[in-house]
Nanobody, 115 residues
Framework: QVQLVESGGGLVQAGGSLRLSCAAS????????MGWHRQAPGEQRGLVAT???????NYADSVKGRFTISRDNAKNTVYLQMNSLKPEDTAIYYC?????????WGQGTQVTVSS
């Protein structure tokens, strides 16, 4: 089994910053990619950012230039630095890890941006 533990969510004013972390543990033998999705109330879960083992990244258009994804392969940890936060970034943020053809999800962490 694989466990993902997220941290770093919270309440911040518009224009502020937060850093999310997600550490993977358990039966990890080959991580293909790690990343973050988010889900706002009444909306579907959608991609925020992803990063491969080789360091290639992909971002949702809505966060480009404001969010930065990074990872520490030795610690099986992925980070999401979120700057210039907007109220529309308010959502539950879920990290995920791709192992082979399987995807594992974290429990989610709430990010709330006040105007």
């Amino acid at each position: 089994q694989v466990q993902l533990v997220e941290s770093g969510g919270g309440l911040v004013q518009a224009g502020g910053s937060l850093r999310l972390s997600c550490a993977a543990s358990g039966s990890i033998f080959r991580i293909n990619a790690m990343g973050w999705h988010r889900q706002a109330p009444g909306e579907q879960r959608g991609l925020v950012a992803t990063i491969t083992t080789g360091g290639s990244t992909n971002y949702a258009d809505s966060v480009k230039g404001r969010f930065t994804i990074s990872r520490d392969n030795a610690k099986n940890t992925v980070y999401l630095q979120m700057n210039s936060l907007k109220p529309e970034d308010t959502a539950i943020y879920y990290c995920y890890v791709v192992l082979g053809i399987r995807i594992f999800w974290g429990q989610g962490t709430q990010v709330t941006v006040s105007s």
